[in-house]
């Protein structure tokens, strides 16, 4: 069983960061692993589906984020590990329906055969359903350090993020910009549409993910303002390196296909402004994500340093 590691701040150092990210990695994984239903339990199929999406690897980010904000409110972590580990399930949900044929169509990811590869389609469907479905009855349960009006805003603000004024919305509007001429739009409108998808795509949920931290962890209102503020530009950062990555990094770094953006005539950050460009917006998110760190107060606060490796990361 693994403790608690890191319970000092962070310095400077790389060693610390990756002590760190490796200590609460773990804890999800344990986490992930008592509770996810088990094979055993009839239909063992659906079962095994899941627990093969969700346990092949990940950098478990959405996780990390709600345990680090919780700690630079000052909270104790460990009552609220499951609701922190639903935020995995509900991404996985998202991975496995967005590989599908109807979808991105991959076979490759997290440096295994995509779930509908191995369970075919049907499970596939079902096992992201299923896991959408399992991560409302973990962010549901009673937490002992938590009263309920509290956990109900919680569940809101996850929620809220992952419907289609969400992350849904986002997966549409980047589903019908695929292939868009770009010589014959209006490149304001353009640029306001790529915003839009980013922030809603993946940003609204890795917000959510530091917010569900600090409402957990009884934080004040201006403390849930920073969060806020940190995690929406830590949000727009992450995919606009995402995107770079799919340009420049290969499959076996990435452990998913690379080069899809261009041939899937996606909208993405290097192809409408420039990798140069891509890379100075999401260096200015980085700033703004340290200075939203930099004003929390807890006396473990990994905040700066993880919006760092979000930018810095090679996969
Ligand atoms: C079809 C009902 C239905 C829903 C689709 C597919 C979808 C909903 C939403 C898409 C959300 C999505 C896949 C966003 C992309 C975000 C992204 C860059 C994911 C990769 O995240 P990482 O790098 O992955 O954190 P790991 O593997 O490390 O967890």
Redesign the pocket.
């Known amino acids: 069983m693994t403790t608690i590691g890191a319970s000092r701040n962070p310095s400077e150092s790389p060693t610390d960061l990756h002590a760190y990210l490796g200590n609460r990695r773990e804890l999800i994984e344990q986490t992930l692993d008592t509770f996810l239903p088990s094979p055993a339990i009839p239909p063992g199929k659906i079962h095994d589906a899941m627990r093969y999406a969700v346990m092949g ?6 996780p990390i984020l709600a345990i680090a904000a919780a700690e630079a409110c000052g909270a104790d972590i460990r009552p609220l590990l499951r609701s922190f580990a639903a935020l ?1 399930l509900i ?10 044929p ?3 169509n991959d076979e490759l ?2 440096g295994r055969r995509t779930t509908h590869v191995v369970f075919g389609e049907a499970i596939a ?1 079902l096992a ?2 299923a896991l959408l479905t399992e991560a409302l009855v973990w962010l549901a349960e009673p937490v002992p350090t938590v009263d309920a009006e509290t956990q109900l805003r919680a569940i809101r603000t996850v929620v809220n993020a ?1 419907d289609s004024r969400g ?2 919305g ?2 549409v509007a ?1 589903l019908e910009s695929e292939h868009m001429d770009l010589a014959a739009a209006d490149p304001a409108s353009t640029g306001a549409l790529l915003e839009f998808i980013h922030r809603n ?2 940003g609204k ?1 890795l917000t959510a993910s530091v917010l569900l931290g600090g409402i957990l962890a009884g934080a004040s209102e201006t403390r849930l303002e920073i969060l806020a503020k940190y995690g929406a530009a830590v949000g727009l950062a ?2 606009i390196v ?1 995107d770079l990555l799919d340009q420049e990094e290969t499959a076996e770094t990435l ?2 296909t690379a080069g899809k953006d261009l041939a899937q005539g996606k909208l993405t950050y290097p192809r409408l402004f420039g990798v140069d460009a891509a890379r100075i917006e999401a260096m200015g998110q980085l700033e703004i994500a340290l200075k939203s760190a930099d004003m929390m107060t807890g006396a473990l606060n990994y905040l700066g340093p993880i919006a760092r490796y979000i930018c810095e ?1 090679r ?1």
């Not at 690897?57 to 959405?62: D, I, V």
């Not at 991404?91 to 329906?97: D, E, I, N």
């Open positions: 690897g990940g950098k478990r980010l959405r995995e991404h996985t949900y998202s991975l496995v329906h967005d590989d599908l109807a979808l991105d990811r997290r469907i992201g359903d992952i992350m849904i986002g997966q980047d795509k993946t949920l992450f995919q995402d452990g998913k990361r996969a």
